[in-house]
Antibody
Framework: QVQLVESGGGVVQPGRSLRLSCAASGFTFSDYAMHWVRQAPGKGLEWVALISYDGRNKYYADSVKGRFTISSDNSRNTMYLQMNSLRAEDTAVYYC??????????WGQGTLVTVSS | QSVLTQPPSVSGAPGQRVTISCTGSSSNIGADHDVNWYQQLPGTAPKLLIYGNSNRPSGVPDRFSGSTSGTSASLAITGLQAEDEADYYCQSYDSSLTVLFGGGTKLTVL
């Protein structure tokens, strides 16, 4: 069955970095675009970034552009989100999702990132 | 402030019909970009309810339906049940492939 498993969340000080991972299984990872979506405590869903199926094209929300980098390793069926210069407002549960534009039928369970001194 | 506008809350009694609107613009919904709808129960990941404006994934009851008109989309839920109480989000995208979410609507079953 399809599984998306995020990892790498935790508590980090403002200005520091963190890398999230999303391990995929149960489908042909290299056939699909993948996304990161986040949800701040008590708030709505916010799209963060998209990487195309072949890893060549990447798109970012304005709120993270220049600070976050999305990447993927099709040989490991894994997507990453490198988060630099973290701010308090980046505190959220981060989800990975498959093929959001067509309708994300699979999401991970989420990993919590807390940015606090 | 979300680019896609949803009412913060709607409510209905069991068995009733409710609709949730999602208003966009000519850059997204009005440009014929598909709208998807998600249901999110507390503490869980979103679940796909409707994709491609009006299609239901396998396993989603036909009580849920989606439609679009111009720059807006709607999610209708008929035969309201207690288990439908959740947050609902619309989602589309713009021509630069920026993915857009509505602000979310909390459905309360009275």
């Amino acid at each position: 069955q399809v599984q998306l498993v995020e990892s790498g969340g935790g508590v980090v000080q403002p200005g520091r970095s963190l890398r999230l991972s999303c391990a995929a299984s149960g489908f042909t990872f290299s056939d699909y675009a993948m996304h990161w979506v986040r949800q701040a405590p008590g708030k709505g869903l916010e799209w963060v970034a998209l990487i195309s199926y072949d890893g060549r094209n990447k798109y970012y929300a304005d709120s993270v552009k220049g600070r976050f980098t999305i990447s993927s390793d099709n040989s490991r069926n894994t997507m990453y989100l490198q988060m630099n210069s973290l701010r308090a407002e980046d505190t959220a549960v981060y989800y990975c999702a498959k093929d959001l534009i067509a309708g994300a039928d699979y999401w991970g369970q989420g990993t919590l990132v807390t940015v606090s001194s | 402030q979300s680019v896609l506008t949803q009412p913060p809350s709607v409510s209905g009694a069991p068995g009733q019909r409710v609709t949730i609107s999602c208003t966009g613009s000519s850059s997204n919904i009005g440009a014929d970009h598909d709208v998807n709808w998600y249901q999110q129960l507390p503490g869980t990941a979103p679940k796909l309810l409707i994709y491609g404006n009006s299609n239901r994934p396998s396993g989603v009851p036909d009580r849920f339906s989606g439609s679009t008109s111009g720059t807006s989309a709607s999610l209708a839920i008929t035969g309201l049940q207690a288990e439908d109480e959740a947050d609902y989000y619309c989602q589309s995208y713009d021509s630069s492939l920026t993915v857009l979410f509505g602000g979310g609507t909390k459905l309360t079953v009275l």
